[in-house]
Each structure stands twice: as C-alpha cells, then as structure tokens.
C-alpha cells in the first residue's frame, strides 16, 4: 500500500514536499514514479526513480525544478518541489512499477496511492 502526503497550499515561488510512503512494499525493489492530474487534463508522468536510483525521469516542465529522491530506512519516496507556478496545480499520486527503466506512462504502474492536492496560487 501507497500513501502520498505532503500537498498544500503554496505561493507562487514557494517549495513543497511530497512524500510517498509505502507498507508491505519495500520501495528499495521497485520503480517509484510520481503523476498528477490537474482539472480537465490528462493524467502526466511528472518524474519517476528506478529501484537501483540510477536513472531518473523528469517531464520537461518540471527539470530544473523537482527532484525526486529515496530514503531507503524509511520506505519513502520524496518529490522536492521547488520555484513552484501555477500550472503546477494538480493531484500528485505515486505509484510503483516493476520496469526497468522507469517511465512516464501510468500503464507501466501497478501500485497506486491515493493522490495529495498541491495548490500553487496568490
């Protein structure tokens, strides 16, 4: 089971957190991606951590700017988001998959947790 946490309101030029917690998966054996989807759009692949963290994935609208990182003690999977705008408004969800190297296709996934709201506004 996944659980995504660390969603909130946040200004424009403002930094958040999300963090992907896992129970009875241990996220050191598998593919960490993180997706969101904003109103009326499509789900998108925003970045992704192979089981090994040697290749990482970001979408074009957010490099430069998130970072994506493991903390194999605790079972977590971190999204740094930083120089936050608007257009990064959505639900962030996490999600692991067994494939080598990650994608950003949500059709690679298995695992889903419930998805964080990230508010970007003045």
């Known amino acids: 089971q996944l659980q995504a946490s660390g969603g909130g309101l946040v200004q424009p030029g403002g930094s958040l957190r999300l963090s992907c917690a896992a129970s009875?998966?241990?996220?050191?054996?598998?593919?960490v991606g993180w997706f969101r989807q904003a109103p009326g759009k499509e789900r998108e692949g925003v970045s992704c951590?192979?089981?090994?963290?040697?290749?990482?994935y970001y979408a074009e609208s957010v490099k430069g700017r998130f970072t994506i990182s493991r903390d194999s003690n605790k079972n977590i999977v971190y999204l740094q988001m930083n120089s936050l705008k608007p257009e990064d408004t959505a639900v962030y969800y996490c999600?692991?998959?067994?494939?080598?190297?990650?994608?950003?296709?949500?059709?690679?996934?298995?695992?889903w947790g419930q998805g964080t709201l990230v508010t970007v506004s003045s």
């Open positions: 009875g998966l241990i996220l050191n054996e598998h593919g």
């Open positions: 951590l192979n089981a090994n963290d040697l290749h990482t």
């Open positions: 999600a692991t998959t067994p494939y080598y190297p990650c994608s950003n296709s949500g059709s690679d996934y298995e695992y």
